[in-house]
């Protein structure tokens, strides 16, 4: 049943995404030399929508193919509804104790509600992740992100 989900999904998406390409292409140039230009972002995102498209398409088929018995669950899990949650609790902190702490607690809480037990993950990812993320942001984008109090 999910196999023949992600395969619709994945041709249906195939197709926005070669739809964008088409938009993508009709883009002016209007650029300065050695510069990007404005059609670099819109064709990294069909580049990236295409590729998760079709590698969508791809397991689907896959999917069907092999027909794994599927185990069928009668009350829905409530992992969604608490990562929701988190999120919005993450949204609420992120002001008050900035970015990096608050980034910091939420990818922790997630990686432990998803399963990872290794404890070492758990305590590096959650600071490692947030440090790139900030600096690419601050130092490689000059957009600022909250830092809190501090």
């Not at 739809?19 to 972002?41: A, M, Q």
């Not at 993450?90 to 404890?119: D, V």
């Given at each position: 049943?999910?196999?023949?989900?992600?395969?619709?999904?994945g041709?249906i998406?195939?197709a926005?995404?070669?739809?964008?390409?088409?938009?993508?292409?009709?883009?002016?140039n209007l650029?300065?030399p050695?510069?990007?230009?404005?059609?670099?972002?819109p064709?990294?995102?069909t580049?990236?929508w295409?590729?998760?498209?079709?590698a969508?398409?791809?397991?689907?088929?896959?999917?069907?193919?092999?027909?794994?018995?599927?185990?069928?669950?009668n009350?829905?899990t409530k992992?969604?509804w608490?990562?929701?949650?988190g999120?919005l609790?993450?949204?609420i902190?992120?002001?008050?104790?900035?970015?990096?702490?608050?980034s910091?607690?939420?990818?922790?809480?997630?990686?432990?509600?998803?399963?990872?037990?290794?404890?070492?993950?758990?305590?590096?990812?959650?600071?490692?992740?947030?440090?790139i993320?900030?600096?690419?942001?601050?130092a490689?984008?000059?957009?600022?992100?909250?830092?809190?109090?501090?």
């Amino acid at each position: 049943m999910m196999a023949q989900r992600n395969l619709i999904a994945g041709i249906i998406l195939t197709a926005l995404g070669i739809f964008y390409g088409i938009l993508t292409v009709g883009l002016p140039n209007l650029s300065l030399p050695g510069t990007p230009g404005p059609t670099l972002f819109p064709w990294l995102i069909t580049t990236g929508w295409l590729v998760l498209s079709l590698a969508l398409l791809f397991f689907g088929a896959i999917g069907i193919r092999n027909k794994p018995k599927e185990t069928h669950k009668n009350s829905p899990t409530k992992k969604p509804w608490i990562a929701v949650i988190g999120f919005l609790a993450y949204l609420i902190l992120l002001p008050l104790i900035g970015f990096m702490l608050s980034s910091t607690f939420f990818f922790a809480g997630l990686m432990w509600m998803y399963g990872e037990r290794h404890k070492i993950k758990i305590v590096l990812t959650p600071i490692i992740v947030p440090i790139i993320i900030f600096y690419f942001f601050t130092a490689g984008l000059g957009i600022p992100l909250p830092s809190g109090p501090w």
